[in-house]
């Protein structure tokens, strides 16, 4: 079945300690991205990539970082997580080579005490 | 000023109505506009895309950009219960095709 899959799904840590949401795809696609979505400020862009080895940011970046070693995956690594990051975190693929035609994973709740 | 403004809503509606949820945007620069749905507890899922200006229809779906007056809508023919979830509009394109902005969403149930 293709899809995108997150890990963890749910996730309650504390501030500082270092952490890494993965996500991975099967379908093969070249482009992937993340988003955090909360309340009253909508989906917003975190960092993509539109290919191994190359990823740039998106609308919100700070206090995040991203690899992308290999087609299929790309984790998304807070360092030292803070209240603030608190938030529901999309991955998404796609095979347009472009932000069109995403596919989404089904999300990770980040609660950061 | 947001560069997708799209009112949040909530918008009801009874079985079979036509829905209309609106965008606006700022940046004349973007070439792709997409409608996304996300029902609750879940990834959103596309529902559409459109190139430049123009019209796309999908079934009891409709997507419209204008532009001219940087408008994208869609449209829901013969709207379902199964159609309530939270509508979100979004662009890409410009200077770089990896970056997407969204709208806030619209929350829309359709009442039996």
């Known amino acids: 079945e293709a899809q995108v899959t997150q890990n963890p799904r749910y996730l309650i840590t504390v501030t500082g300690k270092k952490l890494t949401v993965t996500c991975s795809q099967n379908?093969?696609?070249?482009?992937m991205s993340w988003y955090r979505q909360d309340p009253g400020l909508g989906l917003r862009q975190i960092y993509y990539?539109?290919?191994?080895?190359?990823?740039d940011k998106g609308d919100v970046p700070e206090g995040y970082k991203v690899s992308r070693k290999e087609k299929r995956n790309f984790p998304l690594i807070l360092e030292s997580p803070s209240p603030n990051q608190t938030s529901l975190y999309f991955c998404a693929s796609s095979s347009s080579g472009g932000a069109y035609e995403q596919f989404f994973g089904p999300g990770t709740r980040l609660t950061v005490l | 000023q947001k560069e997708v403004e799209q009112d949040p809503g909530p918008l009801s509606v009874p079985e079979g109505a036509i829905v209309s949820l609106n965008c606006t945007y700022s940046n004349s620069a973007f070439q792709y506009f997409m409608w996304y749905r996300q029902y609750s507890r879940k990834g959103p899922e596309l529902l559409m895309y459109t190139y430049s200006s123009g019209n796309k229809e999908d079934g009891r779906f409709t997507a419209q950009v204008d532009k001219s007056s940087k408008y994208i809508s869609l449209f829901i023919r013969d709207s379902q219960p199964s159609d309530s979830a939270t509508y979100l509009c979004?662009?890409?394109?410009?200077?770089?095709?990896?970056?997407?902005?969204f709208g806030q969403g619209t929350i829309l149930t359709v009442h039996p």
């Open positions: 979004a662009h890409a394109g410009g200077t770089s095709y990896g970056k997407l902005t």
């Open positions: 379908m093969n696609h070249e482009y």
């Open positions: 990539s539109m290919n191994v080895e190359v990823t």
